[in-house]
C-alpha cells in the first residue's frame, strides 16, 4: 500500500506574465514595498482589457525555429515557460531525469486561425448556402498543422518534444479547475510514491478575441479598465484575463537532497470540490477543504489568492477567508497584477507563494482594502475558486 | 487486508464491476457486443452535415442519441450519460451515488460554426467576424452556449448528477485519452485515495470541421465507396482511420471492496504502462522506443510474462504508421511468438472513437473474457506481408482468454498500454 507520507518540494519555478518572464522576476517586480501598478492592454482585444503577453524571444527556451512554427503562442509560452522552470530547477537537459520526469500539463482549448475565421464570416453575411461555404473554404484555408496547434494536449506534446520530458504525460482540462486537479494529482503520486520528479503547469493566451469569446457568452468578463479584484466588485465585477505562463518542477525531498537541489518551498497539501454554488454550500465545502489542509486549528499566516474577480465566486472566497480566519488576514489577489489565466491560474498562485517563502517575505497589498503583510510568513494558503465551478486550495511552507 | 485481495506487488486488487459502451454500433453492452461478434460494421456515409467536396465522406457518427443540441459536447455528453448510467447500474451503484471520483477522458470541445452563425444572426455590431461576435455576446448573454463549450463541463455535469466524490478530472491524451482515464483510476485506488473510481470517456466530435482537420493531415481514409470496408486494419490496403463517436464506462474497485457489497465481477485491471514520445507530433519514434517501454511497462506492472498474454486488442487504426509501428513494437517485446497470439482490431468495424477509444477497447475486451469470444478484424481481404499477425480475420473466434493487452498510442507522443485478466491471479 502507498505510504502518502513523502514530503514534497518545489525545486523549479517557470513563470511569465505581463511583467516578463523569470521567477526571480516576478519577486523583484511584486515582491517590493509598494505594489507596481499592473500593465494592461486595451487595444489589442478592444474593447477588453488584458493583461497582455510581454515581449518574448521564443527561441531562447524553443532552438529549433520548425518547433516553434508547429505552435500557436499559448503552446509557446508554455513550452518556454517549461523550460524555464526547468533550467531554475537544474534539470534542463539532464537527460536522464528529463526522460524519468512525469509530465501533467493544465490545458484548454487551442488558439483558432483568426483571420480564416473571420474571412469566412464575412463571406458568409452574402451566402445562403453557409455549409458550402465551410465546405469550400476550410479544406484550403486551414494550415494543416494548425490542428496541432488545437489539441489540448499537444502543449504536453511539444514539451515533450522540446525539453525531452517523457516519464508519462497527461493533460488535464476544464478551466481553474484544470490547474487544480494537475497540482492535486502531482502532489498525490509524489506523496504517495508514484513518482519522484514531476513538471506540471500551464499557459494561457489572453491576447485574443477567441479566448476572450467563451467568457464573455456568460457575461464573466469585466468591462471596465483597470480596476484590482475588490474595486471591481463595485462595478459588478468579472475577469480581467491575463497572459501568463506558469510551470513547477515538484519533487519529492530525498530525490532532491540526493542531486543538492534545493527547495523554494514545500507543498505541503492540496484540497478540491466541486458543487452548486449556493452561498451556504459553497461556504460549506470550502471549510470541509481546510479542514482536510488541517487549517481548522492551524490557520495560514497569508493568503495568496486566485480570486478572478467574478462576483459570486470572488465573494463566497473573501467571506470564507474572513470567518474562517479573521479580519486582519493579509489575502493578495494576483488577478489584480497578472490577470486571470484561467489553466494557468492555480499554478501560478503556487509559484507565487513559494517564491515569497524563499525570499522571507510577502507581497505588499495589490490594493486599497488588503490588509498590510505580517512580520514572518512561514504558511501560505493559495486558493483558486473557479470563476464558474471547481475549487481548489493548496497550503505551501517553509522548506 | 488479506493476501486474496492484494497482487503480486501488494497493492489492492482492482476488478471492474460496471461497464456500459455507446458507438456507431448501437447503444448498450448488449447491442454493441452482438454487432461486434457478428463482424458488423458501424461505419456509414456522413449524414449528419454535406461532405460534399471533402476527400472523406464516411465515418462511424452516432446518430441514435437524442442530445440536447447537435455538436460536439452536446453529443458527447448524452453519449456519457448513456454509458455512465448503464455502468453504475450494471456495478449495482444507485441514485445515491458513487464512492469515488470520476475520471472523464474529455472530447476537444469548443465554438462551432453553427454557433458563430447563430451569434452573428443576433447582432449588427462591429465587422462580421470575432469583432461582431464579441458584440453579440456582450448584447446577449447566452449562459447555455457558455457552459457547452467549458472543456470541463461534461464531467462537472456527470459528476453531479451521478454523484462522484469530489472535483473530477477532465483529461486529454488524445487517441490514448480513453486508457489514460481508466489508468488514473488505478493509480487513485492504488495510491489508497479511493476504494473506487468511475473512468468515463466519450467523443461525439464528427463535425466538418473535425473531418477536414483530419484530412489535412492525410490521417483519414479516402476509401469511400463501400464505408463499412474502409478501415481494414493490417491489410496492405489500408490508408488511414475513420472517424468515429463513442463512448464507454466503466468502474473500478478493489476487489475486497467489490466482495464486501457483494458486486459481481467482470473482470480484473492488472496493469498499466505508459511512455511518452519526443520524437514527433503526430508520429512514433523510428525505433519503437516509447511504444515498447509502454508495452513492457504494463506487462511488467501486470505481473504478466509475454507467454501468459493469450489476446491482444490493438490499437490497430488503419493507418499505414500505426499498424506497421505497432507490429514492430509487439515483436520486439513478444519476439516471434506474438505470431501465436490473436489479435485484432475492434477498429474494423467501429473506426476510431478517438478519446473513448482507449476506454470502448477496455469494455470489449473485457467481453472478449467474459464471453471466451474473440471478436474478429474485419475488411481483412488484402493481408500485409509486412505484418504477418493472427488478426483473427473477419470471423469471431471461440477461445478462452484470460489475460489481454490493450494498446493505445495518440498524437502528441502519447502511449498507454493496459492489461486484463479474467479472474484474480
Redesign the interface.
Known amino acids: 500500500?502507498?505510504a502518502?507520507n513523502h514530503e514534497v518540494w518545489i525545486t523549479g519555478i517557470g513563470l511569465v506574465s505581463c511583467f516578463g518572464e523569470g521567477a526571480e522576476l516576478h519577486w523583484n517586480t511584486l515582491g517590493g514595498t509598494k505594489a507596481p501598478a499592473p500593465i494592461i492592454d486595451t487595444e489589442v482585444v478592444a474593447p477588453?482589457a488584458v493583461h497582455p503577453l510581454p515581449e518574448m524571444d521564443w527561441s531562447v527556451q524553443i532552438p529549433r525555429r520548425g518547433d516553434q512554427r508547429?505552435m500557436e503562442n499559448w503552446q509557446r509560452l508554455g513550452t518556454y515557460t517549461a523550460g524555464l522552470a526547468l533550467e531554475d530547477a537544474g534539470l534542463k537537459e539532464n537527460e536522464e531525469l528529463c526522460a524519468s520526469m512525469d509530465?501533467v500539463v493544465a490545458?484548454?482549448?487551442g488558439e483558432?486561425d483568426?483571420e480564416t475565421?473571420?474571412?469566412i464570416?464575412?463571406d458568409?453575411?452574402s451566402s445562403n448556402d453557409?455549409?458550402?461555404l465551410?465546405?469550400?473554404r476550410?479544406?484550403s484555408d486551414?494550415?494543416?498543422?494548425?490542428?496541432?496547434a488545437?489539441?489540448?494536449?499537444?502543449l504536453?506534446?511539444?514539451i515533450?518534444?522540446v525539453h525531452?520530458?517523457?516519464?508519462?504525460?497527461?493533460?488535464?482540462?476544464?478551466?481553474e479547475?484544470?490547474g487544480?486537479?494537475a497540482i492535486?494529482?502531482a502532489v498525490?503520486?509524489i506523496a504517495?510514491g508514484?513518482s519522484t520528479h514531476l513538471l506540471v503547469g500551464g499557459s494561457y493566451n489572453a491576447d485574443r478575441?477567441?479566448a476572450?469569446?467563451?467568457?464573455?457568452?456568460?457575461?464573466?468578463l469585466y468591462?471596465g479598465k483597470g480596476e484590482g479584484i475588490h474595486e471591481r466588485q463595485a462595478n459588478g465585477g468579472g475577469m480581467r484575463m491575463g497572459s501568463v505562463g506558469a510551470f513547477l518542477v515538484l519533487e519529492e525531498a530525498e530525490h532532491a537532497k540526493k542531486r543538492g537541489a534545493k527547495p523554494y518551498a514545500k507543498l505541503s497539501g492540496v484540497a478540491?470540490?466541486?458543487?452548486?454554488r449556493d452561498k451556504d454550500k459553497s461556504s460549506s465545502r470550502l471549510s470541509g477543504m481546510a479542514d482536510k489542509l488541517d487549517l481548522t486549528e492551524n490557520g495560514p499566516d497569508a493568503v495568496v489568492s486566485g480570486a478572478t474577480g467574478v462576483s459570486d465566486a470572488t465573494s463566497i472566497e473573501f467571506e470564507f477567508l474572513k470567518q474562517q480566519f479573521g479580519d486582519g488576514l493579509a489575502t493578495r489577489a494576483y488577478g489584480t497584477e497578472i490577470g486571470q489565466p484561467l489553466e494557468a491560474n492555480f499554478p501560478a498562485g503556487v509559484a507565487l507563494a513559494a517564491l515569497a517563502l524563499k525570499h522571507d517575505g510577502f507581497y505588499p497589498p495589490f490594493e486599497d482594502g488588503e490588509n498590510p503583510a505580517p512580520q514572518s510568513v512561514s504558511k501560505i494558503l493559495v486558493t483558486a475558486i473557479g470563476h464558474?465551478?471547481?475549487?481548489?486550495m493548496a497550503v505551501i511552507e517553509k522548506a | 487486508?488479506s493476501d486474496k485481495y492484494t497482487d503480486h506487488k501488494?497493492?489492492?486488487i482492482i476488478v471492474v464491476t460496471g461497464m456500459g459502451a455507446v458507438t456507431s454500433l448501437g447503444q448498450g453492452i448488449e447491442d454493441n457486443w452482438q454487432a461486434l461478434t457478428s463482424g458488423t460494421s458501424g461505419i456509414h456515409k456522413v449524414k449528419r452535415?454535406?461532405?460534399?467536396?471533402?476527400?472523406t465522406h464516411i465515418a462511424g457518427t452516432v446518430d441514435f442519441m437524442q442530445p440536447e443540441e447537435i455538436s460536439a459536447p452536446g453529443i458527447s455528453y448524452a453519449m456519457a450519460d448513456s454509458t455512465t448510467e448503464e455502468a453504475l447500474t450494471t456495478a449495482g451503484y444507485g441514485r445515491d451515488g458513487f464512492p469515488g471520483p470520476l475520471y472523464f477522458a474529455?472530447p476537444?470541445?469548443?465554438?462551432e460554426?453553427q454557433h458563430?452563425?447563430d451569434l452573428?444572426a443576433r447582432s449588427d455590431t462591429g465587422?462580421?467576424?470575432?469583432?461582431?461576435?464579441?458584440a453579440s455576446?456582450?448584447e446577449h448573454?447566452?449562459?447555455k452556449?457558455?457552459?457547452l463549450?467549458?472543456?470541463?463541463t461534461i464531467?462537472?455535469q456527470l459528476?453531479?448528477k451521478f454523484g462522484t466524490k469530489?472535483?473530477?478530472?477532465?483529461?486529454?491524451?488524445?487517441c490514448a485519452s480513453g486508457a489514460?482515464a481508466i489508468q488514473?483510476g488505478i493509480?487513485?485506488i492504488?495510491?489508497?485515495?479511493t476504494d473506487a473510481a468511475l473512468c468515463v470517456a466519450s467523443d461525439g466530435s464528427v463535425t466538418?470541421?473535425g473531418l477536414?482537420?483530419?484530412?489535412?493531415?492525410s490521417a483519414l481514409t479516402t476509401q469511400n465507396d463501400i464505408p463499412e470496408k474502409a478501415s481494414k486494419p493490417f491489410s496492405k490496403d489500408r490508408d488511414g482511420f475513420v472517424m468515429s463517436e463513442g463512448s464507454a464506462a466503466l468502474v473500478l474497485e478493489t476487489l475486497e471492496h467489490a466482495t464486501n457489497r457483494g458486486a459481481k465481477v467482470l473482470g480484473v485491471v492488472r496493469g498499466v504502462g505508459?511512455?511518452?514520445?519526443?520524437?514527433?507530433?503526430?508520429r512514433s519514434s523510428p525505433d519503437g522506443f516509447?511504444v515498447i517501454t509502454a508495452i513492457s511497462a504494463a506487462l511488467e506492472d501486470a505481473g504478466v510474462t509475454a507467454e501468459e498474454v493469450d489476446y491482444v486488442n490493438a490499437h490497430g487504426t488503419s493507418t499505414p504508421e500505426n499498424d506497421r509501428m505497432e507490429y514492430n513494437s509487439l515483436h520486439a517485446v513478444f519476439g516471434d511468438h506474438i505470431h501465436d497470439i490473436p489479435i485484432s482490431s475492434n477498429k474494423s468495424m467501429i473506426g476510431h472513437t478517438l478519446t473513448a477509444g482507449g476506454a470502448v477497447e477496455a469494455v470489449f475486451s473485457f467481453l472478449t473474457m467474459h464471453n471466451g469470444v474473440i471478436p474478429p478484424t474485419i475488411n481483412y481481404d488484402n493481408p500485409d506481408p509486412d505484418i504477418p499477425l493472427d488478426v483473427v480475420p473477419n470471423k469471431k473466434r471461440d477461445a478462452s482468454v484470460s489475460t489481454i493487452l490493450s494498446n493505445s498510442f495518440?498524437?502528441?507522443?502519447?502511449n498507454a498500454c493496459l492489461v486484463f485478466g479474467r479472474e484474480a491471479a
Open positions: 500500500m502507498a502518502n477588453y508547429q509530465l490545458a484548454g482549448g483558432r483568426i475565421d473571420n474571412s464570416m464575412q458568409a453575411m453557409r455549409e458550402k465551410i465546405l469550400d476550410l479544406p486551414l494550415r494543416p498543422t494548425l490542428f496541432l488545437q489539441l489540448s494536449n499537444l504536453a506534446g511539444n515533450s518534444i525531452k520530458v517523457t516519464g508519462s504525460s497527461r493533460t488535464y482540462m476544464g478551466e479547475a484544470a487544480v486537479t492535486e494529482n498525490s503520486r504517495s508514484q478575441p477567441d476572450l469569446l467563451p467568457h464573455e457568452l456568460g457575461h464573466f468591462r478540491s470540490d466541486l458543487g452548486s464558474f465551478c471547481g475549487e481548489g | 487486508m501488494g497493492r489492492p452535415f454535406s461532405t460534399e467536396g471533402l476527400s474529455a476537444p470541445v469548443e465554438l460554426w458563430r452563425f452573428m465587422e462580421p467576424g470575432y469583432e461582431r461576435l464579441l455576446a456582450r448573454k447566452q449562459e452556449m457558455h457552459d463549450i467549458q472543456l470541463g464531467a462537472f459528476a453531479e469530489g472535483l473530477p478530472i477532465s483529461l486529454s491524451t488524445a489514460t488514473q493509480e487513485a492504488r495510491r489508497g485515495d466538418a470541421e477536414i482537420r483530419f484530412s489535412l493531415l505508459e511512455k511518452a514520445d519526443s520524437f514527433h507530433r503526430t516509447p495518440g498524437f502528441g507522443g502519447q
